[in-house]
T-cell receptor, first 109, second 115 residues
Framework: GQNIDQPTEMTATEGAIVQINCTYQTSGFNGLFWYQQHAGEAPTFLSYNVLDGLEEKGRFSSFLSRSKGYSYLLLKELQMKDSASYLCAVTDSNYQLIWGAGTKLIIKP | GAVVSQHPSWVICKSGTSVKIECRSLDFQATTMFWYRQFPKQSLMLMATSNEGSKATYEQGVEKDKFLINHASLTLSTLTVTSAHPEDSSFYIC???????????FGPGTRLTVT
């Protein structure tokens, strides 16, 4: 079956760095997304990786290793507004998005 | 960037009534639209995928006669929750994808409360 695993919850300190991991097992692979979702709101796009390596976008970076079925989202210089759920999603061979359960990130002052 | 709107943003209805939710792509043509449901503290659950001009493809466990989806144009898809019950209370989110685009653009969501 298809499966995406990410930690349920993480806690970090304002100003620090946090890495949220995601492992996946899907039928085919056509890209991996990271979305941010604040409570009561719809997800917003953060990053897209389809080739191995690191994609950097401001304070956020996303890494992909297709051979390992592994990705991480790296958040630097954490701010209180970064408290949210972070969703990992993989596009399978049918171009359907398979969603992880999300990682709730709690930022403490 | 691509914008997707949903209407209404929240709705309260009585048990047994039907509710229609609209999803519009405002500045692009969406050949594919997706409907998701999200219960509190849970992840997104895909309900159905709709392609313009054809019948929606429903995920396993989603009743197509209860959740009617119409994707009549390249900019509009509607989800009708028929004979709503309290257990249908949830956050309904649509997303849209343009041709040859890998990204799904999400609407702001509709919070449905059935009393």
């Amino acid at each position: 079956g298809q499966n995406i695993d990410q930690p349920t919850e993480m806690t970090a300190t304002e100003g620090a760095i946090v890495q949220i991991n995601c492992t996946y097992q899907t039928s085919g692979f056509n890209g991996l997304f990271w979305y941010q979702q604040h409570a009561g709101e719809a997800p917003t796009f953060l990053s897209y990786n389809v080739l191995d390596g690191l994609e950097e976008k401001g304070r956020f970076s996303s890494f992909l290793s297709r051979s390992k079925g592994y990705s991480y989202l790296l958040l630097k210089e954490l701010q209180m507004k970064d408290s949210a759920s972070y969703l990992c999603a993989v596009t399978d061979s049918n171009y359907q998005l398979i969603w992880g359960a999300g990682t709730k990130l709690i930022i403490k002052p | 960037g691509a914008v997707v709107s949903q209407h209404p943003s929240w709705v309260i209805c009585k048990s047994g009534t039907s509710v229609k939710i609209e999803c519009r792509s405002l500045d692009f043509q969406a050949t594919t639209m997706f409907w998701y449901r999200q219960f509190p503290k849970q992840s997104l659950m895909l309900m159905a995928t709709s392609n313009e001009g054809s019948k929606a493809t429903y995920e396993q466990g989603v009743e197509k006669d209860k959740f009617l989806i119409n994707h009549a144009s390249l900019t509009l898809s509607t989800l009708t929750v028929t004979s709503a019950h309290p257990e249908d209370s949830s956050f309904y989110i649509c997303s849209a994808r343009a041709p040859s685009d890998y990204e799904q653009y999400f609407g702001p969501g509709t919070r449905l409360t059935v009393t």
